[in-house]
């Protein structure tokens, strides 16, 4: 069974930063892919960014509404997935989840929920203005 726990949530003003952890629980060397998604109330789930590894290559993916402000990393030694979100913006406020698959995501696709195999529980951001 594998499970992935978010932390790092909380509240925070416009143009703070926080730092969200996923730690997955068993090797992180068998998810080729590993992202986060967002989900407002009352809205549909969204990719916010994406990190996979296919044949020959490997690439980063971000919604348009966070490129150069969110950076996605992983650390395969300690079977973890990182999302550093800088100058944030009150419509960034969401639940956030940590998706995993073993698979290799197309990097068309990656912002589509039912390609991801493996969900964590969540953890809230709050911005204010």
């Known amino acids: 069974q594998v499970q992935l726990v978010e932390s790092g949530g909380g509240s925070v003003q416009a143009g703070g930063s926080l730092r969200l952890s996923c730690a997955a629980s068993r090797d992180t060397y068998g998810f080729n892919s590993m992202g986060w998604f967002r989900q407002a109330p009352g809205k549909e789930r969204e990719g916010v960014a994406a990190?996979?590894?296919?044949?020959?290559?490997?690439?980063?993916r971000y919604a348009e509404s966070v490129k150069d402000r969110f950076t996605i990393s992983r650390d395969n030694a300690k079977d973890t997935v990182y999302l550093q979100m800088n100058s944030m913006k009150p419509g960034d406020t969401a639940m956030y989840y940590c998706a995993a698959d073993s698979m290799y995501i197309d990097y068309s696709s990656w912002h589509l929920p039912a390609l991801w195999d493996y969900w964590g529980q969540g953890t809230q951001v709050t911005v204010s203005s």
């Open positions: 990190i996979s590894t296919g044949p020959g290559t490997t690439y980063t």
